[in-house]
Every structure is written in structure tokens, then in C-alpha cells.
């Protein structure tokens, strides 16, 4: 993180399971803050470093969003920026995973699911990668 100019994307993985509010502790510690993303390129960019990263198959990473109004689309970036670009799965934010509300966001990374003879955006496409879903 030395180095890093103003507004300036920096990234870094954590094999960690936490929720929001831990991730954003831990990102805290760094004068850093959970990923927000403004658009395509930011989310393609976060997942191609997921891929790079080699996040779990079974994983995710945490967004830097959370539910602050009431209703599927009540969420807002914890560093202030403005929620107007999205990239959810079909069916979602669904608001509710076994009766519990949800009020975090994930994003899909599925690299292990990815045909080596694909482009990127190809892949993305046949597996969802880059898609969000709200937990």
C-alpha cells in the first residue's frame, strides 16, 4: 500500500471468511477500504485480479457495499461513492437466503470454471464470473 496516490486502486486478496464489518476493519488498518466499483472496467479489473489471486473456487469476494435503505436495492458503498453502476446475477439482489435478510454483496470469480480457449469476457459470460449477488 507505500506509494499509493490519491484514489488510486490498489487491491489485495484475503482468504479470510469475515463479513463486512471485519473486512472493513482489516482494510482499515491500511487506510484502505473494501472494493466499491463504479463501473464495467473497475468490476472487470477486480475480477481479473481475483483470477490472478486465485481466490478459492468455492469463493467470492466481498464487496464494499452494504443495505442502508429498506427493499432489494437499498445498498450503498461504505467509502461514500455513489451506487449507480451494478452488475447483479439474474434473480438478484434477492434480499432474503433462508429467511435471514441480506445485507452485504459479493462478487463471482468461477476461474475454475473458465474453457482456456475463451476469451475473458467469454467466460464471463458461460460462467457468471464478475456477477454480483447479495448475502
Request: charged share 35%; hydrophobic share 35%; with cysteine.
Amino acid at each position: 500500500m507505500d506509494g499509493a496516490e490519491p484514489d488510486e486502486k490498489l487491491f489485495q486478496a484475503d482468504q479470510k471468511n469475515v463479513d463486512i464489518s471485519k473486512a472493513e476493519a482489516e482494510c482499515g488498518l491500511y487506510g484502505a477500504t473494501v472494493a466499491s466499483v463504479g463501473n464495467a472496467e473497475e468490476n472487470k479489473d477486480i475480477l481479473e485480479f481475483g483470477i490472478i489471486a486465485q481466490v478459492k473456487k468455492n469463493e467470492a469476494y466481498l464487496l464494499g457495499a452494504t443495505k442502508k435503505g429498506s427493499g432489494p436495492l437499498g445498498f450503498e458503498w461504505i467509502d461514500g461513492k455513489r451506487f449507480n453502476y451494478t452488475n447483479w446475477k439474474k434473480g438478484e439482489p434477492s434480499d432474503k437466503h433462508n429467511g435471514k435478510k441480506e445485507e452485504c454483496v459479493e462478487m463471482f470469480v468461477r476461474y475454475w470454471k473458465f474453457d482456456p480457449k475463451k476469451s475473458l469476457e467469454q467466460n464471463m459470460e458461460a460462467t457468471g464470473a464478475g456477477k454480483w449477488n447479495d448475502l
